[in-house]
Nanobody, 128 residues
């Protein structure tokens, strides 16, 4: 059973940075598309970034140039480096795993329902 545990959330001022981590248990990295999603109360969960086993990445337009997704395959950790944070980045952030080594060229970023496993989330709050 795949389990994901996020950490690294917190409160930061606008323009600041945070790095989220997601420790993954019970999987083989080369079989999964990994992603970060976020959600605010009353809104649907939205894709932030995905990464394939070979390192291929895709980003939501709203975070391009500011966020970087990466993974340490030896340690089974997924990261999301977030720079130049804005108040509109405030949300609960979730990491997720989809049982495919292909992230669909950005397609699955738009459809979180495809992802099979989810973490419990970590809160990010950006103040102006």
């Amino acid at each position: 059973q795949v389990q994901l545990v996020e950490s690294g959330g917190g409160s930061v001022q606008s323009g600041g940075s945070l790095r989220l981590s997601c420790q993954v248990f019970g999987y083989t990295y080369d079989m999964y598309c990994m992603g970060w999603f976020r959600q605010t109360p009353g809104k649907e969960r939205e894709g932030v970034a995905t990464i394939e086993p070979d390192g291929g990445t895709m980003y939501a337009d709203s975070v391009k140039g500011r966020f970087t997704i990466s993974q340490d395959n030896a340690k089974n950790i997924l990261y999301l480096q977030m720079n130049s944070l804005k108040p509109e980045d405030t949300a609960m952030y979730y990491c997720a795993a989809y049982v495919s080594n292909y992230c669909g060229g950005g397609y699955y970023l738009r459809y979180p329902a495809f992802f099979d496993y989810w973490g419990q989330g970590t809160q990010v709050t950006v103040s102006s």
